[in-house]
């Protein structure tokens, strides 16, 4: 079955630093993959997908990921984090747009 | 569009009571997906219907747990008795296409 490894279950930058949060997948088969999003009390917004297309995507708010078939990961990047961004993301991972398999999450934190 | 629409947002009942849990997804989204998130166990998938009928409830964690989808608007995720272990965040979700619209939860505390 198909499976997700989010590394770092916290992640810590400054304002306007590099935001890089890391997915890896495992899948026989070529996957979807996406990133969400979760605000304190909230559900999940997704972020952005990847479906075969691009293997670079873009997303929400300045949030981008690229497809690594090699290294087996997509992971979520923003150039200049913002105050705004402080979430939990969640990577997932699914092989018929149905069973989609969550990772742990990885709670971020930015710093003035 | 108002989004998926959970009800209610907090629950507080006791061990062995029955609790119902309600959703609204978006019109015209033919999938509905029902997860419970916990600290220990992250985010996992309950069930999952297709135009109304469930599909793979293999995620249902005991015969305590059952969901319903009795029309495109509306479905349900009953658990009786309840248990203290049941608490957690349930989420139901809907889609058309990629990528899923959550909505946003009940918090179920079991005491």
């Known amino acids: 079955a198909q499976s997700v490894t989010q590394l770092g279950s916290h992640v810590s930058v400054s304002e306007g630093a590099l935001v890089l949060l890391r997915c890896n997948y495992s899948s026989s088969v070529p996957p979807y993959l996406f990133w969400y999003v979760q605000y304190p009390n909230q559900g999940l917004q997704l972020l952005l997908k990847y479906t075969s297309a691009a293997t670079l995507v873009k997303g929400i708010n300045g949030f981008e990921a690229e497809f690594k078939k090699s290294e087996t990961s997509f992971h979520l990047t923003k150039p200049s984090a913002h105050m705004s961004d402080a979430a939990e993301y969640f990577c997932?991972?699914?092989?018929?747009?149905?069973?989609?398999?969550f990772g742990a999450g990885t709670r971020l934190t930015v710093k003035p | 569009d108002a989004g998926v629409i959970q009800s209610p947002r907090h629950e507080v009942t006791e061990m062995g009571q029955e609790v119902t849990l309600r959703c609204k997804p978006i019109s015209g989204h033919d999938y509905l997906f029902w997860y419970r998130q916990t600290m220990m166990r992250g985010l996992e998938l309950l069930i999952y219907f297709n135009n109304n009928v469930p599909i793979d409830d293999s995620g249902m964690p005991e015969d305590r747990f059952s969901a319903k989808m009795p029309n495109a608007s509306f479905s349900t995720l009953k658990i009786q008795p309840s248990e203290p272990r049941d608490s957690a965040v349930y989420f139901c979700a809907s889609r058309r296409g990629f990528g899923y619209t959550f909505g946003s939860g009940t918090r179920l505390t079991v005491v």
């Open positions: 997932a991972v699914s092989v018929d747009n149905n069973d989609m398999r």
